[in-house]
């Protein structure tokens, strides 16, 4: 069983497009979070949820909204997208926001976007 | 502040050698810090963590080292293998109640056969 999915795995789209990328996590974590790793690999933090609120907001245009319909689920929704939007884009998920031992940061496969 | 990736620096060592990768954080405050794996076409993979009261902690074939004073980890690997290829992040945890990490830029690790 996937302990973190994301849908789709590969996401090709033409500027000023809106697209969704679905996350879900089945390991009954309490904290789930967005990250974007740009063509260098350098990974930063998007959003972060706890309980389906919104923890953290970095600053990130609000073209993109998270949305948490439950403590499993945080989908991430992209408004007129640009090409600097192209990266991969990771969910995670961890418990108590990851500081217990034993309780670290579950990563998903990745949402490899391409915006053209 | 944060750190900016420039470029991904690469650490090539011959299999069966140890392998060191350091990493400067950047928040004094930070009180937890984790080693993540990233395999090509992969999400992170969690390899250890350390709390920022101990300066050392081991588990199988990999040790992190915390120097506070200086801002400073590392990670070490044993007999490094082919399997350990890949791009290695530290990460820290401002403390509790931001649920915020902070990655480091990576270092690309290569073993040579």
């Known amino acids: 069983d996937t302990a973190v999915s994301q849908t789709p795995k590969y996401l090709v789209t033409q500027m000023g497009n809106d697209k969704s990328i679905k996350c879900e996590q089945n390991?009954?974590?309490?904290?789930m979070y967005w990250y974007k790793q740009d063509s260098k690999k350098f990974l930063k933090i998007m959003f972060s949820y706890n309980n389906k609120e919104l923890i953290i907001n970095e600053t990130v245009p609000n073209r993109f909204s998270p949305k948490s319909p439950d403590k499993a689920h945080l989908n991430l929704h992209i408004n007129s997208l640009e090409l600097g939007d192209s990266a991969v884009y990771f969910c995670?998920?961890?418990?108590?926001?990851?500081?217990?031992?034993?309780?670290?940061?579950?990563f998903g496969p990745g949402t490899r976007l391409t915006v053209l | 502040g944060e750190s900016v990736g420039l470029h991904l620096p690469t650490l090539s060592v011959q299999e069966g050698d140890n392998s060191i990768i350091n990493c400067a954080y950047s928040n004094s405050a930070s009180d937890y810090f984790i080693w993540y794996k990233q395999e090509s076409g992969k999400g992170p993979q969690f390899i250890i963590d350390?709390?920022?009261?101990?300066d050392k902690r081991q588990g199988q074939r990999v040790t992190v080292l915390l120097n506070k004073t200086v801002k400073h980890l590392s990670l070490q690997i044993a007999a490094t293998q082919p399997g350990d290829s890949a791009v290695y992040f530290c990460?820290?945890?401002?403390?509790?109640?931001?649920?915020?990490?902070?990655f480091g830029t990576g270092t690309r690790l290569k073993v040579l056969a």
């Open positions: 390991l009954g974590h309490d904290t």
């Open positions: 350390i709390r920022s009261n101990m």
């Open positions: 995670a998920s961890s418990q108590e926001g990851g500081r217990v031992y034993g309780n670290e940061q579950f």
């Open positions: 990460a820290e945890n401002l403390p509790s109640g931001t649920y915020k990490y902070i």
